[in-house]
Each structure stands twice: as structure tokens, then as C-alpha cells.
């Protein structure tokens, strides 16, 4: 059997649940955006790594070093947002070709530490090595988050609020424009930049785990007919989300020349926006809407409910009618 049979989640289906009996007491993983662990009486420790390949990853020629450098460590410190954690520290290793400039990488770094800074993370170590062509950078970060306050995909309840934390779609539509060579102009270059330097949501994830009323929540990073679905999968619910509501971005309409379809697939399908999608008690959305448009940039908008029937479930509403996704979220190894 071929990989792209089962794809990245069936494979690791495979073998996690046979070793879950090595897990101790207050051990948790694999299965959400990062593993638990004790760490003392009021913190667990939160651990994520994530794995960027060239040419599958990202294009030499379409990303700066410098943003290559800055997106390696957000995609982990989005996963350590995602479970309302506060980042510790970070581990980098990398393969690289041994013709590689010396500058270049000097400019990854930078843009690694400049990140670093932002959200105060010390990189503690990591390992460097030759790779035969490709540049391969690997990146684990360390959390800690107040015991019981860690976010988890599986903590959806009946009638909750379905959330995201920002527009879905600029980062495949900053791709598309990339891969197609469309010239950004004064609007559209927003999604260049948000695909080749994303912004975790660190900030939001700590606020929003600190509320009442939030129950799962995760980051997008393959897009939400993908994601939302971990969420289902993990609290045994299912949901309907109406397409009406899902945030779209000018920039993206722009771009996509408002052709309905096309904005539609890459918001729902599109990979990489690193929004987090948060799942929250009807009775409290209200109050905690405002609250999170007072304090932050984006705003927090409402997409749809979870349900207790139809589990592991999306159904898609249009205008209040059912409507098919012809394609889900991005999946390595499937076509
Ligand atoms: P995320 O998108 O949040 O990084 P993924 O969807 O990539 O998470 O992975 C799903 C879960 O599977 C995570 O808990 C991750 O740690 C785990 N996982 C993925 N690959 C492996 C692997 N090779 N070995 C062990 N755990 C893995
Ligand atoms: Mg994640």
C-alpha cells in the first residue's frame, strides 16, 4: 500500500494508539497541536515541532531568508497558541547543501530571531548538517500553560460557537499569486506577506484561554474543511458552518476578482493561515466577541455550530441550503 492512500493522518493513525500505553500520568499526545506534559504543580509543559522542506514548503526563489527564517518558528509558536500557551523556548535543526551561502543564512537567522524577540523565546540548541540538495529546517518549541487551562481539540461541546480569529484564505491567495506571477498591488501584496510571514496568534491564544465559555480550540494550519474536522473527530460532534459567514479578506476578493467559488475553495481548503478556530459556549459568545474586538487587531467571527448529531461531520450551509465541498483540506500524500 502507497502512502497517498491513506494520507499523513492515516498513517499516523497507524501507530500512535500503540504507543499510548507508554504514556504516564498527566501525559498527553499525539493527536493535538501539541503534547502535554507535568512540568510542576501549576504548569504543564506543551511541546510542538514542525518540519519545512524546500520545494514542497516553501520556493527558494518566492520567500526571502528572512521571512523563511520567521515562518520556520511561527508555524510552531501558532501550535503552542493554539493550546492558549505562553512559548519557552525553541530548538532549531537544519540539512543543508554544503553550497549554500553563508549570507542567506545568516539572513534566516535574523528573521528567526527576530521573531524570537518578539515573543521572548531563547533558541537552546538544535543540530546542523549536510543535505544532499534541498534546505530542510526543523523547529520544536517548548510552552508551559496553567494546569487545566490548556486548550484541547476534543473539548467541543453541544451547541457551541464555531470562531475563527481572522479572515480565511490570504495565505493561499498570497500562494496563488506567487505560483501564478500576479504582480501584487497596494491591497494584494497583504497576502504575499501574511503566506510568506505569517503572525502567530500568541497573544489572542493566552486571552482566549483565560475566558469562560472556551472550550476546543486549534490553530488552521490546512485549512478549516480539514481542521474543523480534528475538532469534530476528537470531541465526537459534528457541526454545520454557513458559508455566508466565513471572513473573507478585500485583498483575497480582489485578487480572485471576487469569483465566488475560487475564494470559497482557498478559504476553506487553503493551507497556512494560522488563525486559530475556537469553539465557544453560545451564552457566552456575545459578551466574549466584544471583548475580544476591543482588545485585538482582527475580529473574532462566528461561522457555525457544533451539533450532536452527525458526528465527525461538516454540513455546509449556503443561504440557509446544504452545499458540497468538492475538495477538503490540504492533505500531504493524498492527491
Ligand atoms: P499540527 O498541524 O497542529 O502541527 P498535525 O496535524 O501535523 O498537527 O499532526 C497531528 C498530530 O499528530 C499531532 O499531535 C502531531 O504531534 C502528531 N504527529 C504527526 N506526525 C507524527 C509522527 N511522525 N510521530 C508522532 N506524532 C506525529
Ligand atoms: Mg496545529
Known sequence: MKL???GEFGFIDRFSGKFSALNKNEEYGIG???????LDDQYNQIVTTDLLIEDIHFLRSAITPFDLGYKALAVNLSDIAAMGGTPTA???????????????MDQVMEGYRSLSEKYQVPLLGGDTTKSPDKIVINVCV???????????????????????????????????????????????KNLISWHNRPEPAINEGIWLGNQKGVN?????????????KHILD????????????????????????????????????GGEDY?????????????????????????LTRVGKITAENAGEIRWMKENKPFTL??????????
Open 216 to 228: 476546543a480550540m486549534m490553530d488552521i494550519s490546512d485549512g478549516i474543511a480539514s481542521d474543523l
Open 4 to 6: 497517498s492512500e491513506i
Open 32 to 38: 493535538d497541536d501539541c503534547a502535554i506534559m507535568s
Open 326 to 335: 468538492d475538495k477538503e483540506g490540504f492533505n500531504h500524500f493524498s492527491e
Open 142 to 188: 517548548t510552552g508551559k500553560v496553567k494546569k487545566g487551562k490548556e486548550k484541547l481539540r476534543s473539548a467541543a461541546d453541544n451547541d457551541d460557537c464555531i470562531c475563527v480569529t481572522g479572515p480565511l484564505g490570504d495565505s493561499a491567495g498570497g500562494l496563488k499569486m506567487l505560483l501564478d506571477g500576479i504582480s501584487p498591488d497596494e491591497m494584494t
Open 275 to 299: 488563525r486559530l478556530l475556537v469553539t465557544v459556549r453560545n451564552e457566552d459568545f456575545e459578551e466574549l466577541e466584544k471583548e475580544y474586538n476591543h482588545q485585538f487587531l482582527t475580529s
Open 90 to 104: 525553541s530548538f532549531l535543526s537544519i540539512a543543508l547543501p554544503a553550497e549554500t551561502e553563508v549570507e542567506y
Open 234 to 269: 476528537m470531541s465526537g460532534k459534528g457541526a454545520i458552518v454557513h458559508l455566508e459567514d466565513i471572513p473573507l479578506s478585500p485583498a483575497l476578493q480582489s485578487t480572485l476578482k471576487n469569483k465566488e467559488q475560487d475564494v470559497l475553495k482557498l478559504a476553506l481548503t
